[in-house]
């Protein structure tokens, strides 16, 4: 399926039987300044994130996610340092990886639905609260 590259399409898309996708989008919209997470998307330019020493998505085991906090990114960001855009991309790229196997798993477990719905209410969560 070209295109379909949000986390929720993609989720539906599998659901309804597709399981090829291609998309741009975990690519630009890391250069973009965007972080998809469990509990939705970050957008690092926020100022809110300019003294916050958490990572990421703390369920994430990424780089960025490991080694950067969200303070670091949105100053690298801000900066207009390249360094910025490429651990965001590599964030996103774990983040697409992790809801794949997520969802394989679920399926070859016959817990599609349950998963489904743990996706859902953890993305309406909505990002963590500012410190």
Request: hydrophobic share 35%.
């Amino acid at each position: 399926l070209m295109g379909v590259g949000k986390p929720d399409d993609i989720v539906g898309a599998v659901k309804r039987g597709i399981d090829m996708m291609d998309c741009v989008l975990p690519s630009r919209s890391g250069r973009t300044g965007q972080a998809f997470t469990r509990r939705g998307v970050v957008n690092i330019k926020n100022a809110r994130h300019t003294d916050d020493p958490r990572p990421l998505d703390a369920e994430c085991g990424c780089p960025a996610c490991r080694g950067y906090s969200r303070a670091y990114l949105h100053h690298v960001f801000r900066a207009g340092e390249m360094i910025s855009g490429m651990l965001l991309t590599w964030h996103n790229l774990q983040y697409y990886q992790d809801l794949m196997a997520g969802m394989r798993d679920a399926i070859a477990e016959g817990r599609f639905r349950a998963w489904e719905a743990e996706f859902h209410a953890g993305r309406s969560e909505g990002d963590i609260p500012p410190l």
